[in-house]
């Protein structure tokens, strides 16, 4: 074996079981209270209707499957997400062919960005910064892709906001990336104004890439979250440089089986990852593509799913009898004794679910690891199904 073979193999040892094969792994040898009906409110995978015009434009477009897609995703897609960023986010232009691509979902998106926009080579290797609690891809693809991750403790005493005045210069100086996740899974914290245009002066400042994952902006509480395309267009910043945001219809159009979504920003950095993604192939089906298009043209869905979201949150709280909605998501970040033991007891004693907060977080510097004692709650069923579920979560002891 070759010794980049070796160094390649240690990378992705590194890696640890994926959340939700730890929790297999957890419930195995344990069984779910018969007579009730399980709840699985451990996925983050939206389960309403399909908007009436998936079937139809499916049907209207098979012939594309006898073609192969573009990994850039086609003309109709691109024009039809700029249309939407411009409209979402008051943007004064966005580029469709050079500013946007399609991604095959953004779970693969955010993670191939890593080894786009890191030098594996570099005299000393760089960090890749990430909230903690987090999206699990975000820590695979750094260390993959040859960076350290650098984790920001989001907590209830700091807000769950990643604190930027908590890093160091020495590592602000030899930082590549930093991964923002707005609204957060998986603790509902959103992004202002102000943090954003914080670290877009950070990012000038020490040269680094900022890579948003907006995929919950459709789904919130009380306002609209603010995008970091947005707020770079705020202050004048029509290149989008440094800038790279990530969007998906699996969340805003509970379509998470089409793997479609968007990526847009720095046309710089746009065609260094079409370049990438040209090697590695990640296209979407040419008759999903016209249901994205169609899907990111209409708004009608997206209202009546984030009703559905709210009535689900209020029907939740309502039902467990403390706490409040987030700021933006459908999960709840509950606090909880032990993490891992009421996951097993919500199992065995209510037949639900449930995905251990500790299982999307790593032990920071000091050892400790800021989603244990919580758990994470998907609402994803409606209202009813979360009122269900706030009374039996209620119930649970361990």
């Known amino acids: 074996m070759s010794h980049g073979n070796q160094t390649q193999q240690t990378r992705l040892e590194q890696l640890g079981a994926y959340p939700f094969a730890r929790l297999k792994s957890l419930l195995a040898g344990h069984a779910p209270k018969q007579g009730l009906a399980h709840i699985d409110a451990g996925a983050g995978e939206p389960r309403l209707p399909l908007p009436a015009f998936v079937a139809e434009t499916v049907a209207t477009n098979l012939g594309g499957l006898s073609r192969y897609p573009s990994t850039s995703g086609n003309d109709v897609l691109r024009e039809a997400i700029a249309a939407w960023l411009m409209r979402r986010y008051g943007l004064p232009q966005i580029d469709a062919a050079t500013q946007v691509l399609s991604a095959n979902g953004t779970r693969e998106a955010l993670f191939a960005i890593a080894h786009a926009l890191i030098n594996p080579e570099a005299d000393i290797k760089p960090w890749a910064m990430m909230p ?5 891809i ?9 960076a350290h991750p650098y ?3 989001c907590t209830a005493a700091n807000g769950f906001e990643p604190d930027l005045d908590a890093i160091p210069a020495d590592v602000w100086a030899n930082t590549a990336l930093v991964y923002v996740c707005s609204p957060s899974n998986p603790t509902g914290w959103v992004a202002d104004h102000n ?3 914080r670290l877009l002066a950070l990012a000038d400042e020490h040269d680094f890439y900022i890579v948003s994952d907006e995929c919950y902006s459709e789904i919130y509480w009380h306002e609209k979250p603010v995008g ?3 707020v770079a ?3 004048g910043r029509n290149d989008y440089a440094r800038c790279l945001v990530m969007n998906s219809l699996s969340k805003r159009s509970a379509l998470p089986g089409m793997r479609s979504g968007l990526i847009a920003g720095d046309a710089a950095l746009i065609s260094r990852f079409a370049k990438l993604r040209s090697y590695t192939g990640p296209a979407t089906p040419l008759p999903l593509q ?20 709210r009535q689900s949150l209020q029907a939740f709280f309502d039902n467990y009898g403390k706490g409040q ?3 933006g998501s459908f999960f709840i970040w509950l606090p909880v004794e032990n993490d891992e033991a009421f996951a097993i007891a919500a199992y065995e004693q209510q037949a639900i679910t449930l995905l251990p907060g500790s299982y999307l977080s790593a032990d920071d510097h000091t050892g400790s690891n800021p989603g244990a004692g919580y758990v994470r709650v998907a609402l994803v069923d409606g209202p009813d199904k979360a009122a269900e579920l706030g009374r039996r979560l209620r119930a649970v002891s361990i």
């Open 138 to 146: 975000y820590l695979g693809a750094a260390i993959t892709a040859g």
């Open 132 to 136: 903690n609690p987090m999206y699990q």
């Open 325 to 327: 909605p987030p700021a």
């Open 195 to 197: 943090y954003f245009t």
């Open 233 to 235: 267009a705020a202050l």
């Open 228 to 230: 970091l395309l947005q």
């Open 290 to 309: 016209h249901v994205a298009a169609a899907a990111w043209s209409d708004e009608t869905h997206v209202e009546q799913h984030l009703a559905i979201y």
């Open 151 to 153: 984790f920001m403790p």
